[in-house]
């Protein structure tokens, strides 16, 4: 499946008073484990408690990270979209995500490798997962019954591209396309499967193949 070129936005420039590109330039650089909130106040040069107030938590910096990457992936007029199948809408939102992740990319490949048995971490991670996820099929147009089979399939197909990318840093993404390409070739297999097997309730099954 070819990919269509897309208009994403350049990243964000980094304002170093900006807390939350203050935080994760200090994970970058010293890594999650070392990272404090104390620390982070400390940095910005601003009392304790205006820090705790925008994040109560380390892990609130991984909160407020995926809401910034889910408002990023979502900057483009609704037009864009009209003239896509379904499948297509999901290819280009899911790069999308991953593309308004690359300035990020070096701090999510630490922390990855760094918060490992983090029940915290893994927590937050979950939560922008599935809030990601949910975006992605609300804007790709996906409705009815079939909701939560598409929940769940796309946020498969989402985890197993995560794995990819932060392994994988090549710059033309070749093999995190080609498994992209073939998760929604499955997925729009499974949805026939199921409309076949279910033909009183078509319309249960994830829409993936609609043109």
């Not at 995500?97 to 690359?102: G, L």
């Not at 033309?172 to 080609?178: G, T």
């Not at 499974?190 to 078509?202: D, E, K, N, T, Y």
Request: contains cysteine.
């Amino acid at each position: 499946m070819a990919r269509k070129p897309r208009n994403t936005p350049e990243a964000e420039p980094v304002t170093l008073r900006d807390p939350l590109d203050t935080a994760l330039g200090m994970i970058a650089t010293s890594g999650w484990r070392s990272f404090s909130l104390v620390e982070l106040a400390r940095e910005l040069g601003v009392p304790l408690g205006e820090v705790y107030r925008q994040f109560p938590s380390r892990a609130a910096v991984l909160d407020r990270l995926g809401r910034r990457l889910d408002q990023r992936m979502l900057e483009l007029a609704a037009i864009d979209l009209d003239d896509m199948s379904v499948r297509e809408r999901l290819f280009e939102l899911i790069m999308r995500r991953f593309d308004v992740m690359k300035p990020y990319r070096d701090v999510l490949v630490r922390l990855a490798r760094e918060s490992r048995g983090d029940l915290a971490v893994a927590g937050v991670s979950l939560g922008n997962m599935t809030r990601a996820v949910g975006k992605i099929i609300d804007a790709a147009g996906i409705r009815g019954p079939g909701l939560l089979l598409a929940h769940n399939a796309v946020s498969l197909l989402y985890l197993r591209l995560v794995r990819i990318w932060l392994q994988d840093d090549d710059p033309e993404q070749a093999r995190l396309l080609a498994e992209l390409d073939k998760g929604l070739a499955r997925l729009e297999e499974g949805a026939r499967r199921l409309c076949r097997f279910m033909p009183r309730r078509r319309a249960a099954a994830p829409d993936v193949a609609a043109a």
